[in-house]
């Protein structure tokens, strides 16, 4: 493969077009080759040593079941319409009834929407909580979100007192919800629902979502020994938290939550353990934990571990994968590639950090932690005297003049706060483990629009692209802390954003100089023309096989191509223009919350795999604008080879390699020609982006031609 790039290198080199002649398109060529062949080698780094672990959780719980440390466990969530309060409290209940003793797990809401929807959610998630815990663990259900539970029916055999216990669980959950649902459908909270606890009090007027005082309520006290279930047993802690917001404070997105997180839980548990979830991402695996505390715990290793992260599996993926939401390969190779490198990166979800090196300590040599030393403190402080103590560390006040997002917990100022945390965190000397069970730890709901999924992309590259400029640049800042390995790794993603100029040339040049009967590639009978072929079709046949055994279908494959085009050429252009932008201070950070919900027609047409576009998104505009040249310059391409004028003769031998990628990229988007031409669904592509996308190749084509010479 490498010996075909150099190939393709050398001739681009010693066939530049002489000059006066317009060499630039094919310098454009050879600079985006160039690229594509250094990209090609950093993402073999994460193939040269992949690392598979497993665990011995019975051999935790001898050893350790008496000293098994706390762990306190943080969920996000920022807006209730579209992150519905019932989807959180499922992702909050399964958490709370981990195969983990409960008086040692304190789980903390952090709601970003400042929202009293969410507030009641959670108080009747605790409620329900009562009965649900000992439910899971007496009868050692699986999944443990309720929602996800019961999704399924009760399959026999079941015994008489499972059956009945089922029905009767079930019944309360479904009080819950549409409990739960009551105010959200009339859009307010009854006085009657008011009365029941005096939390809500502080939602007066003034309370919007960007402006308003810290609210924290202890909703489940782990340390009140009346904090039981039905069967008499422990409950976890349960806090609700919204930290203060004023528009003069920037809140710092997740990161902000988190950070504001870190800082309350140390006052209320203080675990040496947290564990991290998105509200979309339910625990999957009752044992979670267990498998977790393996890796912390382990004698010889486990000292040197800061985090352990689980792959996002999602639960909400077609069968083909239509929109490449689930990384497939990258779940599969990148990521143990990684490990064998010392660390996958931090993902946001599902991982399990150390406080300690979560809040920004180094790993030295020699370094233990005193798991005994952290079993729970006992602190003689009412409820009240704990929540008004612990209120004050969610503050905006409360990070001034501090390392807070710089040097301590979770990072300021990135798009993907999450990875840039990870990295900081494997710069201070330590490592970090993949770990993906055999049953899913955790599983999550992904976008199912396209535009949804190419503005998560945007923030994603973008957020990488920073990280490329930042002061723990794997590719610019080394501290001898992180393997090359690792950093090539890392490069993959933080190199997104800039993949997409040399894209954008290879789907718009070669068709424009088609069009106009210009060759860019070696003749068919030229020997030079077999390296470009080797190279295309080992490239792809490698690709197609890492998918295939990675678990995709064959469609899923090709669906990811599509994916990759489209990523490559709209996501990762904005997320590069909008980092410029930042750059030269027009513009500033934001984070585009994906939505969790959708309405019934974009749901059936997602289950039935059909693009979803429906507006005139700017990235629609170029999407499409792409697909249309290509298939104008078949065209075009086809004319001049059939039809020219004797004197300009076009030999069809010169330009077989450009009616091969403009065919290719015509078949890739047989969904945008759909979209455009034949449906008139909601999810179609509208009149004005087919209108705008026309006038952009009238544009190309007309001024192809002055750019580009036949004599090329
Ligand atoms: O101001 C904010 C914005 C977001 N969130 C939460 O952050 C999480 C992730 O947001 P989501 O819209 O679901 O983004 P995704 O693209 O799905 O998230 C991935 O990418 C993010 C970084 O871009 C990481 O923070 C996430 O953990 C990771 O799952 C959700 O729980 C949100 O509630 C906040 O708490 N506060
Ligand atoms: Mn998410």
């Not at 600079?31 to 019975?58: C, D, H, I």
Request: proline share 5%; aromatic share 12%.
């Amino acid at each position: 493969m490498f010996l075909g790039m150099c190939s393709i290198w050398f001739y681009r080199w010693n066939h530049v077009p002489e000059t006066g002649k317009r060499p630039w398109v094919w310098y454009g060529m050879f600079g985006a080759e160039l690229f594509f062949g250094f990209y090609w080698v950093l993402s073999q780094s994460v193939r040269w040593r992949p690392l598979r672990r497993s665990t011995f959780k019975e051999r935790l719980s001898h050893r350790y079941e008496n000293k098994l440390p706390n762990v306190d466990i943080f969920v996000c969530t920022a807006d209730p319409t579209i992150e519905p309060p019932l989807l959180v409290v499922n992702t909050v209940l399964s958490v709370m009834a981990y195969d983990y003793p409960s008086e040692k797990i304190g789980v903390y809401l952090s709601d970003d929407g400042g929202s009293a929807l969410t507030f009641y959610a959670l108080l009747e998630a605790s409620r329900f909580s009562k009965h649900w815990i000992p439910f899971c663990k007496k009868f050692n259900v699986e999944p443990r979100s309720p929602a996800a539970y019961f999704s399924t029916p009760l399959r026999p055999p079941a015994s008489d007192l499972f059956a009945e216990e089922w029905q009767a669980v079930k019944k309360r959950y479904q009080v819950m919800e549409s409990r739960i649902e009551a105010p959200i459908k009339s859009g307010m909270i009854s006085e009657e629902i008011k009365a029941e606890h005096e939390g809500f009090s502080e939602w007066d007027a003034k309370v919007t979502a960007r402006n308003h005082q810290t609210i924290l309520k202890i909703l489940l006290d782990g340390r009140d020994p009346e904090n039981t279930d039905v069967d008499g047993r422990p409950l976890p802690t349960l806090v609700y938290l919204a930290r203060e917001k004023r528009p003069q404070y920037p809140h710092h997105f997740k990161a902000g939550a988190m950070n504001a997180l870190l800082r309350v839980s140390s006052a209320i548990s203080n675990a040496p353990i947290i564990l991290n979830v998105d509200c979309d991402m339910y625990s999957n695996n009752s044992e979670a934990v267990r498998d977790a505390l393996c890796f912390f715990m382990d004698e010889e290793k486990g000292h040197e571990f800061a985090y352990v992260q689980h792959p996002q599996s999602l639960i909400n993926v077609t069968k083909n994968n239509i929109y490449h939401n689930r990384l497939t390969v990258i779940d599969a190779k990148d990521h143990p590639g990684a490990d064998g490198f010392g660390g996958p990166m931090y993902i946001g979800t599902g991982c399990f950090h150390r406080r300690r090196s979560l809040c920004g300590r180094e790993y030295w040599k020699g370094y233990k932690e005193d798991w005994s030393k952290n079993t729970a403190k006992k602190s003689d402080e009412s409820v009240t005297e704990l929540e008004k103590r612990a209120k004050g560390l969610a503050n905006c006040a409360a990070e001034e003049n501090s390392h807070w997002g710089k040097k301590v917990g979770v990072r300021y100022g990135c798009a993907v706060e999450d990875v840039i945390t990870g990295l900081s965190i494997q710069r201070n000397g330590w490592k970090s483990v993949y770990f993906n069970p055999p049953r899913s730890g955790f599983l999550g709901i992904g976008p199912i629009t396209l535009e949804q999924v190419l503005i998560q992309h945007k923030r994603w590259s973008e957020g990488h692209l920073q990280i490329v400029l930042s002061d723990c640049s794997p590719l610019f800042r080394w501290n001898g802390k992180i393997k090359i390995g690792l950093r090539m790794a890392y490069s993959i993603y933080n190199l997104w954003a800039t993949t997409s100029i040399p894209a954008l040339y290879y789907v718009i040049v070669p068709a424009l100089c088609l069009y106009n009967g210009t060759p860019v590639f070696p003749k068919m009978s030229s020997p030079w023309f077999v390296a470009f072929v080797y190279v295309i079709v080992a490239n792809h046949m490698n690709g197609l096989f890492e998918s295939l055994w990675s678990g995709e279908t064959l469609q899923g494959w090709w669906n990811m191509l599509r994916m990759m085009i489209f990523k490559r050429t709209t996501s990762y252009l904005f997320g590069l223009v909008n980092t410029i932008l930042k750059l030269s201070g027009f513009s500033k950070s934001s984070f585009v919350v994906t939505a969790k919900v959708a309405d019934e027609e974009v749901n059936g047409r997602y289950d039935r795999e059909i693009m979803e576009f429906g507006s005139a998104s700017p990235m629609f505009v170029i999407i499409a604008a792409i697909a249309l040249l290509n298939l104008v310059s078949l065209c075009g391409g086809l004319k001049a080879v059939l039809f020219a004028p004797s004197n300009e003769f076009v030999d069809f031998d010169d330009l077989v390699l450009q009616f091969l990628l403009c065919g290719f990229l015509i078949l890739i988007n047989v969904p945008v020609y759909e979209a455009l031409f034949f449906r008139r669904d909601e999810g179609s592509l509208p009149a004005a982006v087919m209108l705008r996308s026309l006038v952009f190749v009238v544009l190309a084509c007309s001024i192809g031609p002055l750019l580009v010479t036949k004599s090329l």
